[in-house]
């Protein structure tokens, strides 16, 4: 007859330790991914040869106009940490430009009715999220062999 036996109190401790461990890399390891985002969107960008203007909404009655500088739009990119949509699993970065820096980059992303789009996040997303991925992916594992050793 051949006996087998576990010690499950083991087993369950280092189950709790991966936990763990998973739990403390969740935020760096979704950063490092937001990183690759955050950088292959700063490349991407479109920037102008020289400053511009920008008129707003009311601009015609009111001949209000923006000097921008060339690179704007690239210097107001920024990511964050997304307290709202994260959880204790769950660490959100968003990627984005300031609104309020350059009040233009929606129509530079999705164009206007006078304006072609010339987009940058979503080919940033496209190209980069296998990389981002397993920039993730790499922490995590590190985290979990780290735990398991």
């Known amino acids: 007859m051949i006996t087998v036996e576990f010690d499950f109190a083991k087993i369950a401790k280092k189950l709790d330790g ?16 937001a990183e690759i985002f ?6 991407r960008v479109p920037v102008s040869d020289g400053s511009h203007f920008f008129y707003g909404s ?7 106009r923006y000097l921008f500088k060339a690179g704007n739009l690239r210097d107001s990119i920024y ?26 980059g929606y129509m ?8 072609p789009a010339h987009p940058f996040l979503r080919p ?13 992916m790499a922490i995590m594992r590190n985290s979990i062999r780290k735990a398991t050793q």
């Open 18 to 33: 991966i936990t763990e461990a998973s739990k403390k890399a969740l935020r760096p390891a979704a950063q490092a991914g």
């Open 38 to 43: 955050y950088l292959e969107a700063k490349m």
């Open 58 to 64: 009311g601009s015609k009655k009111s001949g209000v």
């Open 79 to 104: 990511q964050f940490y997304n307290k709202s949509q994260s959880t204790e699993d769950k660490a959100v970065y968003s990627i984005s430009w300031n609104h309020k820096k350059a009040p233009y």
């Open 108 to 115: 530079v992303e999705y164009g206007t009715s006078n304006a």
């Open 124 to 136: 940033s997303y496209d190209s980069a999220a296998n990389r981002a991925r397993e920039a993730v």
